[in-house]
């Protein structure tokens, strides 16, 4: 369930210099430095990530991820005029996509698989992914045009895609604990 959220906000994400244009009236050509604070966040994000999975565990992360990524589209949706805010909306998402794109999810799979399936569990989160991903794009493009595009589909775009992992935070429930994660990683040691 939480790779469908991660794939909506990643897809959000090709939409931010459209975005850029629409609310804060910037030619096309920069609005694709707009992008920038998202990748400094994943600079920094990622290795966060890999350091508090060790310490927390991953489902605490994926439930703060989806939170984040929640927060940050809510946010992006409804502040997008702000130069400051967008900004600031874009390193949030970026944050809690951290959590949901990569060593937490994984560290998921290999854990509720039984070991025998381990494989398969990892090559299907894979797949759901890109196949999120290339949906998503779809989605989030035919959402906005279907609101009328501009800053109004976008802004409607993008707080759609925050109520999604919203929803999915609830989800997140589900996973082993943090000690059930050490148990099975020892008995794989």
Do not use: H
Not at 163 to 172: A, E, K, M, Y
């Amino acid at each position: 369930m939480i790779v469908p959220g991660a794939a909506l906000g990643e897809a959000g994400l090709v939409f931010m210099p459209s975005l850029a244009v629409a609310a804060l009236g910037m030619k096309s050509t920069t609005a694709s430095f707009m992008i920038m604070p998202v990748v400094l966040a994943l600079s920094v994000g990622s290795p966060m990530v890999g350091r508090l999975l060790d310490r927390f565990g991953s489902k605490v992360l994926v439930m703060g991820g989806s939170a984040l990524l929640a927060a940050g589209m809510i946010l992006l949706a409804s502040f997008s005029s702000s130069l400051t805010l967008f900004i600031i909306s874009g390193a949030v998402i970026e944050v809690g996509l951290s959590a949901l794109l990569g060593a937490p999810t994984r560290y998921i799979m290999l854990n509720e698989a039984p070991a025998s399936d381990r494989t398969a569990a990892q090559g299907l989160a894979m797949l759901c992914g890109s196949i999120g991903q290339l949906i998503s794009g779809a989605l989030v493009g035919a959402l906005s045009a279907s609101q009328g595009g501009g800053m109004t589909g976008y802004s409607a775009t993008f707080l759609v895609i925050g109520c999604i992992p919203l929803v999915l935070t609830g989800l997140t429930f589900g996973p082993k604990s943090r000690a059930a994660e050490l148990r099975i990683a020892s008995i794989l040691m």
